[in-house]
T-cell receptor, first 111, second 114 residues
Framework: NAGVTQTPKFRVLKTGQSMTLLCAQDMNHEYMYWYRQDPGMGLRLIHY???????AKGEVPDGYNVSRLKKQNFLLGLESAAPSQTSVYFC??????????FGPGTRLTVT | GENVEQHPSTLSVQEGDSAVIKCTYSDSASNYFPWYKQELGKRPQLIID?????GEKKDQRIAVTLNKTAKHFSLHITETQPEDSAVYFCAASLMTSGYSTLTFGKGTMLLVSP
């Protein structure tokens, strides 16, 4: 039981490049979330999903897209990376008791 | 939407002392209040949570209290140890459906000195 996993762990992009971050969970959770964490800003919600095939916008959705084609996977895409998207990205899934479990994070640098 | 304020931003204590971190929330309807601990370079981990029908909850050296009238909740760590050093985040939410989301405070860096 791996819990929540994320790939890649680290990535450096040039401005304008695109990439996809993958989140996977093996706990059969319906709800999944993407957050970004910046120094002094806490965790801010980018997008989330309440089930396979659904997505919804969070607090800071601009510049990101998501997809939930399979229940266990939640993808976060950056179509045209900007330096302001330099951050640590965390995925999380939530169980029926409202408890959220986080992945190990992806550190993204955009130059 | 919900707004969560967390204080202090940094807290230094001596090993064995108690530490208290406080959060206030804006939406009186919020009913779920978790606390997360994040060690340096690691993922946030849920350490304790409380729901609005409970005033206090304890788990060994940690406890959380909730004052719904004042809209604030606090994390109490007793007999602190160096391994308690981390950033702690509070959060609040009105958990009514799958569309419910957590709003996090900005975090408190706790440093426990031996």
């Amino acid at each position: 039981n791996a819990g929540v996993t994320q790939t890649p762990k680290f990535r450096v992009l040039k401005t304008g490049q695109s990439m996809t971050l993958l989140c996977a969970q093996d706990m059969n959770h319906e709800y999944m979330y993407w957050y970004r964490q910046d120094p002094g800003m806490g965790l801010r919600l980018i997008h989330y999903s309440v089930g396979e095939g659904t997505t919804a916008k969070g607090e800071v959705p601009d510049g990101y897209n998501v997809s939930r084609l399979k229940k266990q996977n939640f993808l976060l895409g950056l179509e045209s990376a900007a330096p302001s998207q330099t951050s640590v990205y965390f995925c999380a899934s939530r169980n029926h008791l409202d408890e959220q479990y986080f992945g190990p994070g992806t550190r993204l640098t955009v130059t | 939407g919900e707004n969560v304020e967390q204080h202090p931003s940094t807290l230094s204590v001596q090993e064995g002392d108690s530490a208290v971190i406080k959060c206030t929330y804006s939406d009186s309807a919020s009913n779920y209040f978790p606390w997360y601990k994040q060690e340096l370079g690691k993922r946030p981990q849920l350490i304790i949570d409380i729901r609005s029908n409970v005033g206090e909850k304890k788990d060994q050296r940690i406890a959380v209290t909730l004052n719904k009238t004042a809209k604030h909740f606090s994390l109490h760590i007793t007999e602190t140890q160096p391994e308690d050093s981390a950033v702690y985040f509070c959060a609040a939410s009105l958990m009514t459906s799958g569309y419910s989301t957590l709003t996090f405070g900005k975090g408190t860096m706790l440093l426990v000195s031996p």
